[in-house]
């Protein structure tokens, strides 16, 4: 089955911002009327931004696995937890539902986001023309993954459960929240800065 055209070929072009599908136009100047954002056939620079922010996340991972996220405080000790000390602390403290939803939000989710979109990258990088559909439906993975994003940010939250497991207890964050947060964040600019058009543009059919 051949090919089906595209919005360029129909003569249409969509906004990224609004996603106002709205006539084609070679001015590179041009608008979009609802929204007033600069209309591309491609988001400029796509590939490389989310190269770079992807990278940067990989690079703040590691110390956001091995620096602690927590200190937490007791009149007789005090411990400092990273992330993967923490969900075994809970486990042990007997409450492994909340030692999951940490693991899946901190450790699984993260690393599944690293993944589909190097995958996603080096695939338009190299012209891929299997699976676009496949891939398209990886890259709608990552958007619902990214909805819950925020759920990371609430790990220290979570952990903040073990001072109910001591007495006279307080928590005081640590470098490795800093670290975390700055993965969430890269890895969402990322996801955001990938055109999923890309994807479509070197296949003959699917």
């Not at 890259?139 to 903040?160: K, N, P, Q, T």
Request: aromatic share 10%; with cysteine; hydrophobic share 50%.
């Amino acid at each position: 089955m051949s090919a089906l055209p595209r919005a360029r070929e129909l003569g249409m072009m969509s906004c990224h911002v609004c996603r106002l599908v709205t006539t084609y136009s070679p001015d590179p100047h041009a608008c979009c009327p609802r929204c007033g954002n600069a209309l591309h056939i491609r988001k400029r620079g796509s590939l490389a931004r989310a190269w770079a922010l992807l990278i940067a996340a990989a690079i703040f991972y590691l110390p956001a696995n091995l620096y602690p996220i927590m200190r937490t405080q007791s009149l007789f000790s005090k411990d400092d937890n990273t992330i993967l000390s923490g969900i075994i602390e809970l486990w042990r403290a007997g409450s492994p539902d909340l030692a999951i939803i940490v693991f899946t939000a901190s450790i699984v989710v993260p690393m599944l986001k690293f993944i589909i979109l190097g995958y996603l990258l080096v695939s338009v990088q190299r012209a891929s023309e299997w699976g676009a559909r496949q891939r398209a439906k990886l890259y709608r993975f990552v958007e619902l993954v990214g909805y819950w994003s925020m759920l990371d940010v609430f790990v220290v939250a979570i952990l903040s459960a073990l001072v109910h497991f001591k007495v006279l207890s307080r928590v005081e964050p640590l470098p490795g929240v800093v670290y975390f947060g700055m993965v969430v964040v890269l890895t969402m600019l990322s996801a955001m800065s990938f055109d999923p058009r890309l994807i479509w543009d070197n296949r003959k059919s699917q």
